[in-house]
Structures are given as structure tokens and as C-alpha cells.
């Protein structure tokens, strides 16, 4: 099994990078990357003190296969890669993101693992809704997914 | 006739429930989808920041794909609405 990928319910199972590389490891690999996304505390001069994330399962899971799939035959086919986002309300210092490539080569890991994230953003119905110090929140901005309009 | 709009991320200021039913004329499309719902923000939730949603929302149909503002919807239809995302 080359790849796992799940969205994390963090009120039932916090994301662990110890299970991540244990899934990436391999004799056959020499290089492995490590990304660890966690929510900060200031946003824009603002004191956040979580972040709720919103997500539709699904369209996410499937993104998810598609983009890991894609990075494989595009830069190692033979990589392992794992992936796991978070759902639900992540305090301050958890982890939102974990991303864990095992490589042949240094560059080919890196590059996996800077893909995936950025597809990740760009591809996959994932929403963030910031909690402030002063009890206020505010669901973020983000990429649209609406088809482009046809020009005549 | 009526269709069920799953809500996700901001668009969950629209309602308290998950999904909310709209009221659309026979025959109507996502694009007046988008026409109706312009109107009950610009009605009811004037003061938050759903005012660009209509035109940078996608809708996903029941098998969980993207459709375009021509797509017809049918009565009772359970169309998602993905505000613009943003993970990580």
C-alpha cells in the first residue's frame, strides 16, 4: 500500500506524525519529507485562538486519491505518500495538516510534498472558520471552484 | 418546485440547520439558483460577509460533482453549495 489519505474527526483522533512515518518508511526510499501544517495564533493582527474546519467528505476523500495519484505518476511513481487533514474545532498548536512522502530522492520527496499541499488547497472543499480572543469568528476567504463562464 | 441546498463553510450563516429548502420557479437552473439566493442575502443577511457568494459559490450535484449554471434542476433536488475553499 503506497498511499493513505483521511480527513481526521479531531474530536475522536488527533493526527500523528509517528503513524505517519511509520507509513512512509521503506528500505527502498533514501529521502523523506515531512509536512506539518498546525493552526497559529495571530491572523492578520488578530489573536485566533482555533480554527473550526468545515469540510465536504466525500468530494474531499475522492481530491484526495486524485492529487496523491497525480503527484506519484508525476514526479515517483514508486513514492509513498500520507496525508491527513483535520476536521472540526483544532486549538491553537494542533495539527490541521499532516503530509509525509517516502522517495527514492531528496528532490523528487520535496517536490511531492509541496504539490500535494498546494492541490490540496486549490482542489479540495475544505473551509476554515477562525475563533478570536475576543469571542468573535469569521469564516476565511478562499479559491473559487465555480466553473469559468464561456466567453462568446 | 423546491430543492435542498446542503450547506458548507461560510454559507452556513444561511441557516442554524444544514440544509435549507429553496423555493425556485419550474425549470430553473444554477444560474437561477444564484439569482434566488442573491436575493435572500441581500434580504435577510445583508450585514454579513455572504454578499459575493452567489457569484463565486460551485454547486456539486448529488454524485458529488461540480455543475454548470446551465445544469436543470429537478424538484427536491439535494444540491450542495462550496463557498470559495481554503484548507490547510
Known amino acids: 500500500m503506497s498511499l493513505h489519505t483521511a480527513l481526521v474527526k ?3 483522533k488527533k493526527i500523528s506524525s509517528e503513524e505517519a512515518k511509520k507509513f512512509i518508511l521503506s528500505q527502498k526510499n533514501g529521502a523523506e519529507a515531512i509536512f506539518i501544517g498546525r493552526v497559529r495564533n495571530k491572523n492578520k493582527e488578530k489573536e485566533v485562538t482555533a480554527v473550526t474546519y468545515d ?3 466525500q468530494a ?4 484526495f486519491q486524485i492529487i496523491c ?10 513514492a509513498k505518500i500520507f496525508l491527513e487533514h483535520a476536521k472540526g474545532y483544532v486549538p491553537v498548536g494542533e495539527i490541521s495538516i499532516l503530509i509525509a512522502v517516502g522517495s527514492e530522492h531528496r528532490d523528487e520527496a520535496f517536490k511531492i510534498c509541496r504539490y500535494v499541499l498546494e492541490e490540496v488547497k486549490h482542489q479540495s472543499p475544505i473551509w476554515k472558520k477562525e475563533h478570536y480572543i475576543d469571542g468573535k469568528e469569521e469564516w476565511l476567504p478562499g479559491h473559487s471552484l465555480r466553473p469559468k463562464q464561456k466567453v462568446n | 418546485m423546491e430543492i435542498q441546498l446542503k450547506l458548507y463553510g461560510a454559507s452556513k ?8 429548502n429553496i423555493e425556485l420557479p419550474n425549470n430553473s437552473n ?4 444564484r439569482n434566488v439566493l442573491d436575493k435572500i442575502i441581500s434580504e435577510k443577511h445583508s450585514k454579513s460577509d455572504l454578499k459575493n457568494l452567489p457569484k463565486t459559490a460551485a454547486f456539486f450535484s448529488e ?3 461540480v455543475v454548470n449554471d446551465a445544469y436543470k434542476l429537478k424538484n427536491r433536488e439535494l444540491i450542495s453549495i462550496i463557498p470559495p475553499i481554503g484548507g490547510g
Open chain 1, 10 to 12: 479531531i474530536e475522536e
Open chain 1, 55 to 57: 469540510a465536504h467528505d
Open chain 1, 60 to 63: 474531499v476523500l475522492k481530491s
Open chain 1, 69 to 78: 495519484q497525480n503527484a506519484k505518476n508525476q514526479f515517483d511513481k514508486n
Open chain 2, 13 to 20: 450563516i444561511l441557516s442554524d440547520k444544514d440544509i435549507l
Open chain 2, 30 to 33: 444554477i444560474e437561477k439558483l
Open chain 2, 63 to 65: 454524485k458529488d460533482v
